[in-house]
């Protein structure tokens, strides 16, 4: 059973920044790609970025391009989402998600989901 638990969310102004965290509960982390999606009240989850756990690839929606990164630890079973440069349209809630094997974007190939964490950008 894979766990993904999120943390980090919050109130932020615009313009600055915030550290979204998921803790993993995998046992084999490095064989696991996991995603970041968010979903903005009436809108769908899109894909926000994806890191390969065993090659470190990496891939971006082009509205994050530039303002986010995701990193990981391998020793903690964690990735992160940094997020920089934050306006109100990245208001949303984000979840982390993970699944076996490489980089996608779709979320229908995402197989384990965290319960989210509200990112608020205030204008």
């Known amino acids: 059973q894979v766990q993904l638990v999120e943390s980090g969310g919050g109130l932020v102004q615009t313009g600055g920044s915030l550290r979204l965290s998921c803790a993993a509960s995998i046992r084999t982390f490095s064989v696991y790609t996991m995603g970041w999606f968010r979903q903005a009240p009436g809108k769908e989850r899109e894909f926000v970025a994806a890191?390969?756990?065993?090659?470190?690839?990496?891939n971006y929606a082009d509205s994050v391009k530039g303002r986010f990164t995701i990193s990981r630890d391998n020793a903690k079973n964690t990735v992160y989402l940094q997020m920089n440069s934050l306006s109100p349209g990245d208001t949303a809630v984000y979840y982390c998600?993970?699944?076996?094997?490489?980089?996608?974007?779709?979320?229908?190939?995402?197989?384990?989901w965290g319960q989210g964490t509200q990112v608020t950008v205030s204008s």
């Open positions: 890191m390969s756990f065993s090659t470190g690839s990496t």
């Open positions: 998600a993970a699944r076996l094997g490489g980089v996608r974007i779709g979320r229908s190939e995402y197989n384990y």
